[in-house]
């Protein structure tokens, strides 16, 4: 798929000081000249859930109508694998892994799952930590949410 400026390209990323620990979830958006960033985080909470945040946020904050692509970029194996992949058969084993246990995290895989539902998104996967500067951006954000004591 080619990129284009009327597309919107979102990075996302979660953080954890201690897993669990109080954790950051940070947002980078780009639609043609703008820009906007969103983080936020919690005291209690693992690096997953702040990975799956970060997406979730990022999701809701898109404009009402808006009926471009999004391409959502991710660090995270588990976010993509999660909603392009395992979700199918989490949703037909209601909610149970192959080995029938819970699906962890299924409160934000139902809210992220209804949200990829409504929208055109292209899910992605850039390696963390590797100079790619929106993704830089969004762990700085994700860094920035994590609760001080």
């Not at 990075?11 to 906007?36: F, I, Q």
Request: net charge positive; aromatic share 8%; hydrophobic share 35%.
């Amino acid at each position: 798929m080619a990129q284009t400026s009327e597309d919107l390209i979102i990075y996302t990323d979660g953080a954890c000081s201690g897993n669990p620990g109080p954790g950051g979830w940070g947002v980078l958006m780009l639609h043609g000249s703008r820009e906007k960033t969103l983080n936020g985080g919690e005291r209690d909470t693992t690096n997953n859930r702040m990975e799956l945040m970060a997406a979730i946020k990022a999701l809701e904050a898109i404009k009402p109508g808006f009926a471009g692509k999004v391409i959502l970029w991710t660090d995270s194996t588990y976010v993509l694998k999660g909603i392009t992949e395992w979700i199918h058969g989490w949703k037909k084993r209601g909610w149970k892994k192959s080995d029938k246990k819970p699906v962890i995290n299924k409160d934000l895989w139902q809210i992220l799952d209804a949200l990829n539902a409504e929208k055109d998104v292209s899910w992605k996967w850039v390696k963390g930590h590797a100079g790619v500067e929106g993704n830089e951006r969004a762990d700085e954000l994700a860094r920035q949410g994590i609760p001080v004591s």
